[in-house]
């Protein structure tokens, strides 16, 4: 069988895409459980409106300016482009949301990438699992091939300095937060924005990207492939515009996730007051660049039938 390769991911004759084990990470397991024991204290122990606005504040700023903004738009698909202080700022940011570095997160996006544009991709990097199945082997499990691809990440992000103190020290990177808050409001505030938010942040990822495989509103399907992006309308202001992963999966490069009429984006909304400013430019929309393969558009009230579009129903 052939594999497709991708910018950061390279097959080989040896390379198998399926075969391998889901293996417990103990480390990515106890951080989580960390973080879950301290926001249920937030919650039960310190309860506050100063905290809860303090968790508000502090995942708006990390999920939508990190996380969605910096880390996926910028530093993983190069959708736009901004001075290299903001740049660092941005990716430092969503390395505050606590799921892993700079690097992790690119190799953690770009393997689950490379796995979906195959012929045949396993269960783990597709959600192709029950809810709680799937729960345990993304949040505190990882998928490892007997025989992966090379992976390697472009020289101007991989030797950056900057990157990689990001990389080496990223959970540690919770005390630039933790500090100020210890000192203006006591281990409660540290609660609520440090564990509360990095436990929710993490499983709300995570829920986003199982129930954006399994179903939703559908404006877009790659033939050939085994899995597919669903949108999640309604969604768009808690995810910042995260859940428009149909559009995503037809327009990887695209800085604007929510492209049709109506789709809440707010972190395309933070890289136009950027572009506004003359702090981002080259921005990318969904035809910027030539289309996937086999990307067909559904035309909307044919979703259901069109899912078997696999299989030439929509030809």
């Known amino acids: 069988m052939r594999l497709h390769a991708t910018d950061r991911v390279y ?42 606005l303090v968790f508000l504040g502090t995942t708006a700023v990390t999920i939508c300016a990190g996380h969605s ?9 190069k959708a736009f482009q901004t001075p290299k202080w903001l740049e660092y700022t941005l990716v430092w940011l969503g390395t505050l949301v606590g799921m892993a570095g700079p690097f992790g997160m690119i ?18 990097p597709s959600h192709d699992a029950g809810f709680w199945r ?7 499990c990882q998928f490892v091939l007997d025989h992966p691809p090379r992976f390697q990440i472009e020289p101007e992000i991989a030797n950056d300095r900057i990157y990689q103190w990001m990389e080496r020290n990223w959970m540690a990177q919770q005390l630039f937060v933790a500090v100020p808050l210890f000192m203006l409001g006591g281990l409660g505030l540290v ?3 440090v564990c509360l938010r990095v436990a929710v942040s993490l499983i709300g990822h995570w829920m986003v990207g199982h129930f954006a495989h399994k179903s939703g509103q559908q404006g877009w399907y790659v033939k050939g492939l085994p899995v597919q992006g669903y949108n999640l309308p309604g969604l768009g202001l808690i995810t ?25 984006d707010p972190g ?48």
């Open 240 to 264: 910042f515009g995260e859940n428009w992963h149909s559009n995503h999966h037809a327009f990887p490069h695209s800085a604007r996730l929510g492209i049709e009429a109506g789709q809440t």
């Open 107 to 124: 190799k953690a996006h770009d393997m689950r990438d490379w796995h979906q544009r195959q012929t045949v991709c396993p269960p783990h």
């Open 191 to 193: 609660l609520w924005g």
């Open 69 to 77: 903004v910096g880390m996926h738009r910028l530093l993983i698909h």
């Open 134 to 140: 799937d729960a345990w082997w993304q949040l505190h």
């Open 268 to 315: 395309y909304w933070f890289i136009k007051i950027l572009e506004t400013l003359g702090l981002a430019h080259s921005v990318l929309g969904p035809h910027d660049q030539p289309e996937r393969d086999g990307l067909t558009r559904i035309e909307p009230g044919r979703n259901r039938s069109c899912m078997a579009g696999l299989n030439g129903a929509c030809n």
């Open 11 to 52: 097959p080989d004759n040896a390379t198998n895409a399926v075969t391998g084990a889901i293996r417990w990470n103990a480390a990515k397991s106890l951080w989580l459980f960390l973080m879950i024991g301290g926001g249920f204290a937030a919650i039960t122990l310190t309860p506050s409106w100063g905290g809860f």
